[in-house]
């Protein structure tokens, strides 16, 4: 066995000698090629012993013997006893939810879940938060978590897809514990071409109604969404969502916008000034919030201008039309014109529901036929802010909104109006730096979708000419 080859790689193992390991004989490591040597060398010690001994004693003839290697004795590893498996953890019991609905209390909902007063009671007044948990709202989830022992051992107040407030039994009192998340902002664009308005134009760019209806905001002093969009006109959009599992959560911000108008550009960029406010500039660093909106309603059609020779449709005689008449579903938006305090605000029966504003000294902005009021005498608005919907209260044909607009008590065009108007406020001298190299990225990605929507278009326009 001495020859014999150990397999490649493997390891050699030591074991513990026997007691009787030490009477073996000793082992001679041979070489193959030095094997003939070695039985010659054998063979002549074995006939030297034969021939030392005395002639009489020795046997006539003797065998050779043959030597087996001699084993020692295999010693059994000491066996170690398999680790006792480690104690199963108990299972968390599954949380049980129940929908808020309307005319719900907290003891209805406990209850449902199979839970007692005295647990509404433990778990609105000892934890910190417990009495925002009376606090509830239809379409808000509840979810109950029952202990070993079936006493309840958890709360969830799941108030939105943001925040959530858990209270959980520990030892002898509730806790709780505000969970909040953070949607991930992410930067947006979109260009749309007018073919009908400009909300049908934002929906076919996959706007949403709230981006749609802020960029209408924004572009409201400059821009009447009621009468100036033609057909052809072009917008572009920079904008934020806010994203949640990967998944639209909510609007954003308009970064910057452009319209453009029969050929006229109209840009705005949403800058934070130095003060820490926040507001919309053209590329020059002019406002472009003016002092009173062009229209207070958007998206609609003016079914009557100002007019003072009109004979009123209802009472067939000459009235003058001392407003503008802006058709729209009811229901829809009206927003007030200007910062402003509410003056008046009541029902009449020519007037239906109406709202008055004044607006400084100079300027007073009326809103009739409103199919509700949400503005009261004496409170403060702000340009834009809605004060009510549209409707056909008091002497109406059909829905609209009678809007009528005041400058030293004079009638005025609300249409033609804003040309005497106070100019818009411009950022201070020294800020336009730090207004221009804010802007300067966005101003070019803004620039960049102008140029490939107008590419769009012209190709557009080439297909028509070929195919026709």
Request: aromatic share 6%; with cysteine; hydrophobic share 35%.
């Amino acid at each position: 066995m001495s020859g014999a080859k150990r397999p490649r790689g493997a390891t050699a193992i030591r074991e513990p000698k026997a007691p009787l390991s030490r009477w073996a004989l000793p082992t001679v490591k041979v070489k193959r090629n030095h094997l003939t040597l070695g039985l010659a060398v054998a063979g002549c010690l074995a006939i030297g012993l034969g021939l030392s001994g005395n002639d009489e004693s020795a046997p006539e003839s003797q065998d050779v013997a043959t030597l087996e290697p001699v084993t020692p004795p295999e010693i059994a590893s000491p066996e170690v006893a398999p680790a006792p498996p480690a104690p199963a953890l108990p299972a968390e019991a599954p949380w049980v939810e129940d929908t808020v609905r309307s005319g719900d209390n907290l003891s209805l909902i406990f209850e449902r879940a199979g839970y007692t007063k005295r647990d509404v009671h433990r778990v609105v007044t000892e934890p910190e938060h417990g009495k925002g948990l009376a606090r509830i709202h239809p379409g808000q989830t509840i979810a109950f978590q029952a202990g070993n022992n079936g006493e309840l051992a958890g709360v969830k107040h799941v108030k939105s897809r943001l925040e959530t407030v858990l209270y959980r039994l520990d030892g002898d009192t509730y806790t709780s514990e505000i969970l909040e998340r953070e949607p991930e902002v992410v930067r947006s664009t979109a260009s749309g071409v007018i073919t009908s308005s400009l909300f049908m134009a934002g929906q076919e760019a996959g706007l949403s109604q709230t981006t749609i209806m802020e960029m209408a905001n924004i572009f409201g002093g400059v821009i009447d969404f009621v009468g100036d969009p033609r057909k052809g006109d072009t917008m572009n959009l920079v904008f934020e969502e806010h994203l949640l599992d990967g998944t639209k959560f909510d609007d954003g911000d308009i970064i910057a916008a452009s319209y453009n108008n029969q050929g006229k550009m109209f840009t705005a960029y949403r800058y934070v000034d130095v003060h820490g406010e926040t507001g919309y500039y053209n590329a020059d660093g002019v406002s472009m919030r003016k002092a009173f909106l062009l229209a207070p309603v958007d998206f609609t059609r003016i079914s009557s201008n100002f007019n003072p020779a009109r004979i009123h449709p209802i009472y067939k005689t000459a009235r003058p039309h001392r407003g503008t008449d802006y058709a729209a579903p009811t229901g829809t938006p009206v927003y007030a014109a200007g910062d402003g305090r509410v003056v008046k605000a009541g029902y009449s029966k020519a007037n239906g529901n109406y709202v008055f504003i004044q607006h400084g000294e100079q300027f007073e902005t009326k809103y009739l036929h409103l199919h509700k009021r949400h503005a009261k005498k004496g409170q403060r608005v702000s340009q834009g802010q809605v004060i009510g919907t549209v409707g056909m209260t008091g002497a109406a044909t059909g829905p609209h909104l009678h809007y009528e607009f005041l400058m030293n008590g004079v009638h005025r065009n609300p249409r033609t109006i804003h040309k005497k108007l106070p100019k818009a406020k411009s950022l201070p001298t020294d800020e336009l730096p730090r207004f221009k190299a804010a802007i300067e990225p966005i101003a070019q990605q803004l620039a960049q979708l102008q140029t490939a929507t107008d590419t769009q278009l012209a190709l557009a326009a080439a297909e028509a000419d070929d195919r026709g």
